[in-house]
């Protein structure tokens, strides 16, 4: 397990063109996974999400995209009652529609939702300015994944730290966890059909009379 920080990015860096064509190394791969991360201006997926509380955990098949630095949109696609219902937020507010009523209401605080830790941007974002990130590998299923764990900011009893699963071969996110304090999975979510940085409209994010994105 390494920690992610400035001179070790340095030693990363000169490692790359000392090793050459060698099978890659963790170091080589948190090297492109940060580089990568870096790059990310925007993304698109589907995704299979559990949520876990006190009751029975829930389900969700949604839709997601992201725009640095702190634009998403969220589409439910199950459970069906709720499929089509938005949820547009530029990081600090959100806007939620719900087609069967066919309203639209404000949620002030949206950092603090569960929802805004569902998405990937957000844990860049977190893994970019954290000092404490670690890099692992483990083994899922017999493929091998590399591992980045980073703490939530906050102090949330709930939402205290998160774990990633990337695909080594093309640094595709596999899965992402948020974790509470008692080390207790209290998120998961599952990508599908991963796009970096496709192209989305300039008003994609802005939303409109009837709830949608223009």
């Known amino acids: 397990m390494r920690k992610a920080g400035a001179v070790f990015l340095v030693v990363i860096f000169i490692g790359v063109f000392i090793i050459g064509c060698a099978p890659k190394t963790d170091e080589e791969i948190y090297y492109q996974s940060q580089k990568l991360l870096n790059k990310i201006d925007s993304y698109h997926c589907t995704v299979r999400i559990k949520v876990f509380g006190n009751r029975d955990p829930q389900e969700y098949r949604m839709i997601q995209w992201f725009r640095n630095p702190d634009q998403y949109k969220l589409e439910i696609i199950e459970p069906e009652s709720l499929k089509g219902n938005?949820?547009?937020?530029?990081?600090?507010?959100?806007?939620?529609?719900?087609?069967g009523i066919e309203?639209?209401?404000?949620?002030?605080?949206?950092?603090?939702?569960?929802?805004?830790?569902?998405?990937?941007?957000?844990?860049?974002?977190?893994?970019?300015?954290?000092?404490?990130a670690i890099l692992s590998r483990e083994k899922l299923n017999n493929e091998e994944y590399l591992l980045i764990e980073t703490s939530i900011p906050g102090n949330h009893a709930y939402f205290n730290k998160e774990k990633l699963w990337f695909h080594i071969e093309d640094l595709k996110p596999y899965k992402l966890q948020v974790i509470d304090i008692k080390e207790q999975v209290r998120i998961q979510v599952w990508y599908e059909d991963f796009e970096y940085n496709p192209k989305l409209d300039e008003n994609f994010f802005h939303i409109s009379g009837n709830g949608r994105s223009e």
């Open 103 to 132: 309203e639209t209401w404000m949620m002030e605080d949206f950092r603090n939702s569960e929802k805004q830790n569902m998405f990937l941007g957000y844990f860049i974002k977190n893994c970019l300015e954290s000092e404490d």
């Open 86 to 99: 938005i949820t547009l937020s530029d990081g600090k507010r959100a806007w939620i529609y719900h087609p």
